[in-house]
C-alpha cells in the first residue's frame, strides 16, 4: 500500500485540491443555481416519493458533517469517503494479488 | 444519477440487487487476472471517482450533472475492474453518506457500475479512433445508463392502472437529458484519456 501511495503521490496531491474546492462546485455554486437532476425531473413527473430523510442512519448526508458549516462539512466529507474508498479499495486488491 | 430510497418498489429492488451481486462476485474473480499495474491502479481511480463526483455541473436554470467515470475506468482497468471501482464508490457514498439509496443500491451498481461500465468499454474497444472512441464512450455511457435508470422507474411506478405508463415519462426524460449531459461527460473523459495517453502512455496501454 505504501509503494502504491508514493507511486501515485502526483495523483493524490491532485485529489487533495479538488476536495479543497469541491465546495465551490458541491455547495455554493448548487445553492446558488439551484442542482436539479434528470432523475429529480423524471421522479417529480411521477410523483415518486424520497424516503432518505425520514430513514436516515449516517450523520454525514448529503456531504455534511454535525457542527461544521456546509462548505467545511464538504471538503471533510470528501476527504473521509475519499480515504474510506481508498482503503476499501486496498482490502480487495490485497486479496486479489 | 443515484436513485434514492422509495423511488423504486421492492420487486425492482431485489431484481436489480440480484443482477448487481452476480456480476461483482463476477469481476471480484475475474480481476485475478489484471497486471499488478491494473490492479494497483483500482483503488486510486476509485478515490479519485469518489472525489470527482463531488464536483457537480450545475447549469445555471436547468439541469444538472456530475461526472460518473464509468468509462473512464472501463478504459484505464477493463470492465471487470470498472464494475469494482464503480462499486467501492457506491457503496463508500450510499453507506456513509446516503446518497443513493440502501434499497436503490442494486439498481445504482446495475446503472453506473455495469450498464454505464460495459457501454464504456464495448464502445472504446470497437471504434478504432481511440480519442473519438473515448468521447463516444463517455457520452453513450452516461445516455444509456440513463435510459436504464428511466427504465427501473417507470416500471416501478404504474400510473393510473394504465401499464407501462411510467415508461412513457421516464423513457425520454432520462434518456433524453442523459444525451444531452452526457456530452460533457465524453469531452471530460476525452480530455483525461489524451492527457494520460501523453504523461502516462503505460497507464493507458494494454
Known amino acids: 500500500m505504501k509503494e502504491s501511495v508514493l507511486r501515485y503521490k502526483k495523483a493524490f496531491i491532485l485529489l487533495l485540491f479538488l476536495i479543497v474546492i469541491s465546495p465551490i462546485f458541491g455547495v455554493i455554486l448548487a445553492n446558488l443555481l439551484g442542482y436539479h437532476e434528470p432523475l429529480d425531473i423524471a421522479a417529480e413527473l411521477l410523483g415518486l416519493n424520497e424516503t432518505t430523510e425520514e430513514i436516515n442512519w449516517t450523520p454525514f ?15 471533510v466529507s470528501g476527504l473521509l469517503g475519499a480515504l474510506v474508498v481508498l482503503l476499501l479499495g486496498y482490502i480487495v486488491i490485497k486479496l486479489r494479488k | ?48 471517482i469518489f ?3 463531488m464536483l457537480n455541473w450545475p447549469l445555471p436554470g436547468g439541469t444538472s450533472l456530475h461526472f460518473v467515470g464509468a468509462a473512464l475506468a472501463a478504459i484505464l482497468v477493463g470492465p471487470w475492474g470498472g ?13 456513509v453518506f446516503h446518497d443513493g439509496g440502501i434499497t436503490t443500491l442494486g439498481a445504482n451498481i446495475l446503472n453506473m457500475g455495469i450498464v454505464a ?4 468499454w464495448l464502445i472504446y474497444k470497437y471504434v478504432p479512433n481511440k480519442r473519438l472512441a473515448t468521447f463516444l464512450a463517455g457520452w453513450l455511457s452516461i445516455t444509456f445508463a440513463g435510459i436504464v435508470a428511466g427504465l427501473e422507474l417507470g416500471l416501478s411506478k404504474q400510473l393510473s392502472q394504465q ?40 497507464l493507458v496501454s494494454g
Not at chain 1, 448526508?61 to 471538503?75: A, K, M, Q, R
Not at chain 2, 431485489?14 to 469481476?27: F, G, H, M, Q
Open chain 1, 61 to 75: 448526508l448529503d456531504y455534511s458533517v454535525p457542527g461544521l458549516p456546509p462548505e467545511v462539512g464538504y471538503i
Open chain 2, 1 to 48: 444519477m443515484h436513485i434514492p430510497d422509495g423511488y423504486l418498489d421492492p420487486y425492482i429492488c431485489v431484481a436489480t440487487y440480484l443482477v448487481a451481486v452476480i456480476v461483482v462476485i463476477l469481476s471480484f474473480r475475474k480481476i485475478k487476472d489484471l497486471s499488478v499495474d491494473k490492479l494497483t491502479l483500482i483503488p486510486v481511480l476509485a478515490a479519485a
Open chain 2, 51 to 53: 472525489v470527482a463526483q
Open chain 2, 83 to 95: 464494475s469494482i471501482v464503480l462499486t467501492l464508490v457506491l457503496l463508500v457514498q450510499a453507506l
Open chain 2, 117 to 120: 461500465v460495459w457501454t464504456g
Open chain 2, 163 to 202: 401499464f407501462l405508463y411510467g415508461l412513457s415519462i421516464t423513457i425520454p426524460v432520462m434518456g433524453g437529458w442523459h444525451a444531452v449531459l452526457g456530452i460533457i461527460e465524453g469531452i471530460i473523459t476525452m480530455g483525461v484519456y489524451m492527457y494520460l495517453t501523453n504523461k502516462y502512455p503505460g
